[in-house]
DNA sequence: TGACAATAGATGTTATAACACGTAATATCG
DNA sequence: CGATATTACGTGTTATAACATCTATTGTCA
């Protein structure tokens, strides 16, 4: 049984399993991440999630996605797709339009404001991405990656 | 580079670096377990941040806690603690009282009904922390812990 | 002791997430 | 071919989170 994550949240009594710790090291480790990258896109003026779908339509390319498409891209799920779009929209990242065979698809594509916007963050993120995780080492990252994709095999 | 997490959010272009992968590997890991945490609380009426309050008294004993530190040792920070436990005072589960040398603090302790809760959800959520990630196994679990924790170290 | 800072907590407001439902376009099948 | 189901998306509503500000109590120090 580790001592630190105890520690850090003050929790006297042990964990129930060591599956239980882990859950719980695991959240609150993405919990440190996610405050540090959200404080750092604040003067940007985007939030995590609001970022990640840009990186995403920027993945995507020239054609673009739909909404769905999006959605299911995203690293956490997300119910309400369509709004958090539209905010984007609304700041000039990303343009819409209903224009395909299929006329249910609506085509979401980043705009040259939004590349510029990613292209600014690129090398603040990277940055970031290094300073929370860079002193890990290599080896450390890999077996990082190998454990997590074993523990998303079940569902 | 792992093909697993790419091929998870249909990501075509690799990752910037090592440790970018590592960040979306976390953090899509804790997306997945936080929703079927989530599903799991659902018919009792708690969300995982109300369930992890809970414990968090539970586990502080009689003499309860103040609000800050309630806020302090739960898993993600939360900047609106007061409406927080409102809600679970709401519910019965929790009750508060002002009375202790320094009438600045708000005691705040868990109920019989609270504990009542937990202890009906005590095996619910251990089941499904097993199902999550007992296929790791001991020996992958603590080397997930030590990780973590090594990656928690950098702030 | 009295002014000021610090602490604990509450409240007002805005933004976002969650959930259910509604609408339009396309696919399916008797 | 027509009724129904399915898919893609939007909208209305409620609940919650985020942020700043406010009040009350206590601590600090000239």
Chains 1, 2 share one sequence.
Do not use: W
Not at 50 to 58: A, S
Request: aromatic share 2%; glycine share 6%; with cysteine.
């Amino acid at each position: 049984m580790s001592p630190s994550i105890r520690a850090e949240l003050k929790q006297a009594r042990p964990f129930a399993s060591l599956e239980h710790e882990a859950v719980v090291s695991l959240a609150r480790t993405v919990a440190v991440l996610e405050h540090q990258m959200a404080e750092v896109l604040k003067p940007y003026g985007l939030t995590p999630t609001q970022y990640n779908v840009l990186r995403i339509l920027r993945g995507a390319g020239e054609e673009g996605l739909c909404r769905n498409e999006v959605r299911d891209r995203m690293i956490s799920p997300m119910p309400d797709a369509t709004r958090l779009l539209d905010r984007l929209a609304d700041m000039g990242l990303l343009v819409r339009s209903r224009t395909g065979d299929d006329r249910r698809f609506v085509r979401t594509q980043i705009t040259a404001e939004g590349i510029a916007l990613l292209a600014r963050l690129d090398d603040v993120i990277h940055g970031l991405h290094e300073r929370q995780l860079g002193h890990l080492g290599e080896a450390e990252l890999r077996r990082l990656l190998e454990i997590l994709e074993h523990a998303r095999e079940r569902r």
